[in-house]
């Protein structure tokens, strides 16, 4: 099995035991489908934790210098790898923030059931879903 398709199962099993979590501490509710926040949260977490791997690998580099080419390319690697972990973490921590302004804006009471469900389980949790894919896919495969 490919790594991101991996990614993608484990993601979604720890997604799927907070979705449990709520409904054993709420009962069922249609908020326990709002996911979006957790979805980019675990992006962000698992970019950290590829972030702080690569940064152990590349520590690993600078001790074993055997080719001077090798080693540079190796560096050219690793530091191109670091900056896009970087960028994409920067760009998820936006993302997170723009879910949880969707989420102070329409969990009120002032919104119908079903426009407040539409944008929440819909868009929200769409755009939660995509930033992960885009961690999934980038990093994994």
């Known amino acids: 099995m490919s790594d991101w398709c991996c990614s ?16 054993i501490v709420n009962g069922m509710c249609w908020r326990d489908w709002y996911l979006g926040l957790e979805m980019c949260l675990t992006g962000t977490c698992g ?8 940064i152990d690998r590349f520590k690993n580099a600078t001790n074993k210098v055997a080719d001077k080419e090798h080693f540079d390319n190796q560096v050219q690697v690793l530091s191109d790898t670091i900056r896009w972990e970087i960028a994409y973490i920067a760009v998820s921590l936006v993302i997170y923030f723009v879910v949880l302004f969707i989420h102070k804006a329409w969990e009120k009471e002032e919104h119908s059931k079903v426009k407040q469900r539409i944008v929440l389980i819909g868009a929200a949790n769409l755009i939660g879903m995509v930033n992960l894919f885009i961690f999934i896919r980038a990093f994994h495969g």
Do not use: D, E, P, T
């Open 47 to 54: 970019a950290i934790l590829a972030l702080l791997n690569i």
């Open 8 to 23: 993608l199962i484990v993601s979604f099993s720890f997604i799927a035991l907070g979705v449990f979590a709520k409904a």
